[in-house]
């Protein structure tokens, strides 16, 4: 019985120092992180990050000379409980880091604790028509009037099953 314990415990260890045992997916957690305003926007117009992407699979498309990149994902990313296959960064005064998502819009919105976009704000917290539920990445004060915003949505392009989610900046 002894033995059987001893070659488990060694087992588990090896595979622990192996990488296999709870390596975080860098790029999703990433990702993740971005579009729900827990980080900076990943900036694919940099050559360094440019590099880091495509070693991980991830081809990047500059469209424009502002910030207008589409991120695609060799294997789509899985975040929270939807599939993220591609991501869009564009921005100019502001910007949005969004990703198209498949999945249950309305869990996913509860899930992050996202509220639906009251009558009053439905202008402001909208990026072009998509805008159904907002959740603030901080406090709204008198200095941060319009602090970084998860937007979620669909407009009437988004085929069934599919939405938008991510980060809306502001400059003001």
Known sequence: MKTRYKLLCSSLLIFSFSGYASEPDTITSQFEAALLCQAKAIDGREP???????????E????????DLEYYFAKPLQILNVTVPFVRYVGDSGSYFFATAKGDMDMFAKSIGAKPVPENLQEVLSWGDIGKYYKYAEPVTVE???PNTVIIGRNEESKPGEFYFGCKTFDY
């Open 144 to 146: 941060n009037p319009y």
């Open 48 to 58: 360094k990050v440019v590099k880091w992407l495509n070693e991980q699979n991830v």
């Open 60 to 67: 990047v498309k500059n469209l424009d000379e502002l910030i």
